[in-house]
Structure formats: structure tokens, C-alpha cells
């Protein structure tokens, strides 16, 4: 009953912007800590972007002030705004909500970078 629904993904060129939307039904989004996670084949997943349910934010060093986590509760919503694209930025980009033993995901959303 579960879903995470990214949405947003596609192909940019280098220095280009996405908006990624995670659309979270079957759960109350608020009580869940949110983040975005990307990843390539043959390499682990990883944190890209973290969003407490308070709305303190954390990010990764490598997409440190190009990107940017919110979450519109009301809305049952995560977005990941990514400006300044890398071709080192493209990934599946997948969407999690967890709270002590639960952990949901996405079935992630593809973001090609390239020129």
C-alpha cells in the first residue's frame, strides 16, 4: 500500500537544471525523515540529500550548494531541486522515507547529464 513515486528525471545537458518530485502516498510523509538517493551500476547507493521531519536539511559534499531538498508535508511531497548539473551527477536517483524500522523506497527515476 506503500508507494514512492519519483518523478523529474530526464536528460539535461551539462550546467542544466532537473526538479526531481517524489509523490509518497499510503503513509503520513511528516512522521518519516525523507532523503534522495542516487545510484550507478556497479556502485554502492548513496546519500545524496537527507530532510529531517523538522526541515533541517544535509547534503553531500560532492552536490553541496547546487542542490537543494524541501518537502511540502500538506502535499505528502519530497522535491530535489539540482542546478549546475554534472555528467558526474547522473544516476538512478531514488527516494526514501524512514522512521526506526521502517524504510520505503521509490522505484527511482533515471537522470542522464550529458552534452
Known amino acids: 500500500q506503500v508507494q514512492l513515486v519519483e518523478s523529474g528525471g530526464g536528460l539535461v545537458q551539462p550546467g542544466g537544471s532537473l526538479r526531481l518530485s517524489c509523490a509518497i502516498s499510503?503513509?503520513?510523509?511528516?512522521?518519516?525523515?525523507m532523503g534522495w538517493y542516487r545510484q550507478v551500476p556497479g556502485k554502492q547507493r548513496e546519500l545524496v540529500a537527507g530532510?529531517?521531519?523538522?526541515?533541517?536539511?544535509n547534503y553531500a559534499e560532492s552536490v553541496k550548494g547546487r542542490f537543494t531538498i524541501s518537502r511540502d508535508n500538506a502535499k505528502n511531497t519530497v522535491y530535489l531541486q539540482m542546478n549546475s548539473l554534472k555528467p558526474e551527477d547522473a544516476a538512478v536517483y531514488y527516494c526514501?522515507?524512514?522512521?526506526?524500522?521502517?524504510?520505503?523506497w521509490g522505484q527511482g527515476t533515471q537522470v542522464t547529464v550529458s552534452s
Open positions: 530532510i529531517t521531519r523538522s526541515g533541517r536539511t
Open positions: 499510503g503513509i503520513v510523509s511528516s512522521r518519516y525523515v
Open positions: 526514501n522515507a524512514q522512521s526506526g524500522i521502517f524504510d520505503y
